[in-house]
């Protein structure tokens, strides 16, 4: 594709139920990101992964969020027992890591809404 | 103190104004300095891209960056009713620490609206 996709693009979802959240990176691209949009927070590192290493977990908020990346490629990130202050928007972003700063590329996010 | 600190704003400016946009951070680790550029539910999408110190002029944008006082800035020239959108700053460090990762560390934003 042209981008990197996200999907769903909103979801609803109650208090302590589980909830799948998908990336489909640019293709070629070897590492991707997961980052999450709170209102009044900024943007604030998730996980990233890099083809086959260990993925960097040191953003994930507590041990309900999960990530996985299958095949080097599409990516989905999992919130277990969902609670109203994991309500924010969850962006995805991939680059072809080149030794350093490289650019990267983000999708338009899911909108998470936990009631 | 967070790492990043960028005035939220909202900035408001009438159509031509030049603006100015900026951040101060903490971290001297810190060596690729980029701007980002997010409309309204949309993602963010990377408007310029700087490493260390110095200045890129892009068109109408102009980045600088000021190591010694931790500062970087983004300017606008001639500014449109379509660059109304929220401007983040983002920094990373030098090189992969084999436990890190590149991850950005962003600004919290700042709402710009052009007013024709």
């Known amino acids: 594709g042209a981008g990197v996709s996200q999907s769903p693009s909103n979801k609803v979802t109650e208090k302590g139920k589980d909830v799948e959240l998908r990336c489909d990176p640019i293709s070629g691209h070897t590492a991707l990101y997961w980052y999450r949009q709170s209102l009044g927070q900024g943007l604030e590192f998730l996980i990233y992964f890099q083809g086959n290493s260990a993925p960097d977990k040191s953003g994930l908020p507590s041990d309900r969020f999960s990530a996985e990346r299958t095949g080097g490629s599409v990516s989905t990130l999992t919130i277990q027992r969902t609670q109203q202050e994991d309500s924010a928007v969850y962006l995805c972003?991939?680059?072809?890591?080149?030794?350093?700063?490289?650019?990267?590329?983000f999708g338009p996010g899911t909108r998470l809404l936990v009631l | 103190q967070k790492e990043v600190e960028q005035d939220p704003g909202p900035l408001s400016v009438p159509e031509g104004a030049i603006v100015s946009l900026n951040c101060t951070y903490s971290n001297s680790a810190f060596q690729y300095f980029m701007w980002y550029r997010q409309y309204s539910r949309k993602g963010p999408e990377l408007l310029m891209y700087?490493?260390?110190?110095g200045n890129k002029e892009d068109g109408r944008f102009t980045a600088q960056v000021d190591k010694s006082s931790k500062y970087i800035s983004l300017f606008i020239r001639d500014s449109q009713p379509s660059d109304s959108a929220t401007y983040l700053c983002?920094?990373?460090?030098?090189?992969?620490?084999?436990?890190?990762?590149?991850?950005?560390?962003f600004g919290k934003g700042t709402k710009l609206s052009v007013i024709p």
């Open positions: 700087t490493y260390s110190s």
């Open positions: 983002a920094m990373s460090e030098l090189g992969y620490s084999g436990a890190g990762s590149y991850q950005l560390t």
């Open positions: 972003a991939s680059s072809l890591v080149s030794g350093g700063g490289e650019t990267q590329y």
